[in-house]
């Protein structure tokens, strides 16, 4: 086995465990004004454990040569403004005497 099929798999771990963990926070968070179900502990080792899933996905996409993958929303604006050029304004501009 190569080491790619190695990383792939760690991956899929990685992506299943957090999955898991955020339908656990899910399913558990109580209704503003109620008792939370976890304790305070708990809550703090989840985070603890979010961070360190968030560290290896990092490790390994930076392994791998993958850029950093940042999660972008569709309706996020585009950081790129593309700008039509045509013969007709480039005609309106006038060079600098």
């Known amino acids: 086995m190569t080491g790619d099929n190695e990383t792939s798999m760690e991956q899929r771990v990685m992506r299943v465990m957090r999955k898991v963990l955020a339908s656990v926070v899910k ?17 703090e080792d989840i985070k ?14 930076k392994e791998a040569g993958i850029a950093e ?8 604006p585009n950081k790129a403004k593309v700008v039509p050029i045509t013969r007709s304004s480039l005609k309106s501009i006038k060079p600098k005497e």
């Open 69 to 76: 993958e940042r999660p972008h929303f569709s309706d996020d």
């Open 27 to 43: 399913d558990t968070t109580p209704q503003p004004g109620m008792h939370h179900a976890l304790s305070q502990q708990t809550i």
């Open 48 to 61: 603890a454990c979010f961070a360190l899933i968030s560290a290896r996905e990092m490790e390994l996409a």
